[in-house]
């Protein structure tokens, strides 16, 4: 077995590293026998060498075997999840995985908290008052089987190597590596024991891959690598040069979850997305035969209530309300200062630096800025108009939900200047393409 520092040094002289060199690695970090400085040292000689397929494979599976592996053969539909490489507005896993389960599958999600300007999936479920992320083994596989899906934090029994290369990453400007992105989102999911995935991966000025040919690379890496898993896999590539949901925000979202869900009113852009992602699953897990009769199916479990009806279940499962859905109000509290920012001028809306409006959730408390950092679920912005939107001077631009009033004066300033109010715009359209 190679030393630690040998197989540092073959891939930062860029040769091709062995199955075992990998996986012995990765035992190490495991087993605390690699240290941070060496899984900083590896991960920069990945960033700048990178990886072939074979060892993009061979880390992931490592990765997946750091840990406990889930199994559900008792199950009678399809295990299914999607994975975003995170946004703002991107409220999609909330209404998906509820949605999915109404139609016949099986969704065991693990999902994350909010990394740098992006929200979190487990930080907007623990706005609800009571719901836990951490379950039991047993109570996890009870929700799933009961209500057909379940949203958890990663624990430290799910592919632990993940955790400590991601905690590396952060701090040694790795985070953007494509073979060290593959294997830890497809770590995770292959250890959830799925029979398919989606890949929501976003492009634009608020996303982690901010040109499209990047997100492209990613998502053909990710495909390839998931089939040599034998993991049934497709990718979107959809936009985040603006916020994708009326709403950014802990509590926000989940008010706008909930609408969604219930019949109310829904944004065009998420809507799109919900149901492009939705339809792959569907067709993926063969509980659809072709996109039309997916969307039929989506759209069906929405306005029947049933999608409804199983997020309510999950939520009173994990420890929430289960009056949630009838009462949102009761429970998702509002900041104490709500107000409109107006429009500085006539015109429209040219440009979003959307990464600065994640950063100002950041900075209103909806975000943490190190992992000790506790949340106001209560912060954020709403009423969001996008690129294209034509407005006059003093019309609503955004609402800024806030602390106090010190804190919305901030925010004002910092959305004042991230949102361009110029000349006539086209439109975005929230899907750019899907990755086979």
């Known amino acids: 077995m190679l030393l630690p520092e040998e197989i540092i040094r073959k891939k930062r002289d860029g040769k091709e590293l062995s199955t075992e060199a990998i996986r012995g690695f990765v035992d190490g970090i495991t087993h605390g026998k690699v240290s941070d400085a060496q899984i900083g040292a590896f991960a920069m000689a990945v960033h700048i060498r990178s990886m072939s397929k074979a060892e993009q494979f061979a880390l992931t599976l490592a990765m997946r075997d750091s840990g406990r592996c889930l199994h559900w053969a008792e199950l009678d539909g399809p295990v299914l999840d999607k994975h975003s490489t995170g946004g703002i507005g991107d409220l999609v896993s909330l209404v998906m995985a509820p949605m999915l389960a109404a139609c016949g599958a099986y969704v065991p999600m693990i999902s994350g908290r909010g990394l740098g300007h992006t929200g979190g999936t487990l930080d907007k479920m623990e706005s609800i008052p009571g719901f836990k992320i951490n379950l039991s083994h047993e109570t996890f596989r009870q929700t799933v089987r009961k209500a057909g899906l379940a949203i958890i934090g990663q ?49 634009g000025n608020g996303a982690f891959m901010i040109k499209r040919n990047s997100a492209r690379e990613l998502a053909v890496n990710l495909i390839e690598v998931a089939a040599l898993a034998n993991l049934p896999c497709r990718a979107l590539i959809s936009d985040m040069n603006q916020p994708l949901a009326r709403t950014a925000g802990n509590a926000l979202e989940m008010r706008e979850a909930i609408e969604f869900l219930t019949g109310g009113s829904r944004r065009s852009r998420l809507e799109d997305v919900v149901f492009a992602l939705g339809s792959e699953l569907l067709m993926l897990g063969k509980l659809a035969e072709n996109p039309r009769v997916a969307r039929l199916k989506l759209n069906q479990v929405i306005e029947s209530g049933l999608a409804a009806e199983r997020f309510a279940r999950m939520i009173a499962m994990q420890g929430g309300p289960a009056d949630l859905l009838d009462k949102p109000e009761k429970y998702l509290l509002p900041a104490p200062v709500i107000r409109v920012l107006p429009a500085p001028r006539k015109g429209c809306v040219a440009f979003m630096d959307t990464r600065a409006i994640g950063l100002c959730i950041v900075g209103l408390g909806g975000g943490r800025r190190s992992i000790e950092d506790s949340i106001d679920h209560r912060v954020g912005l709403s009423g969001f108009c996008l690129v294209g939107d034509s407005l006059d001077r003093g019309e609503p631009l955004v609402t800024i ?7 919305w004066q901030a925010a004002a300033q910092t959305l004042t200047e991230a949102i361009v109010i110029g000349r006539k715009k086209d439109s975005l359209p929230a899907v750019y393409e899907s990755v086979p």
């Open 401 to 407: 939900h806030a602390a106090d009033e010190a804190a």
């Open 155 to 203: 624990g430290s029994d799910l592919a632990p190597a993940d955790g400590r290369i991601y905690a590396v990453r952060d701090v040694t400007a790795t985070v953007d590596s494509i073979p060290l992105i593959v294997a830890s989102i497809l770590s995770k999911k292959l250890a959830e024991g799925l029979d398919g995935l989606v890949l929501d991966i976003k492009t």
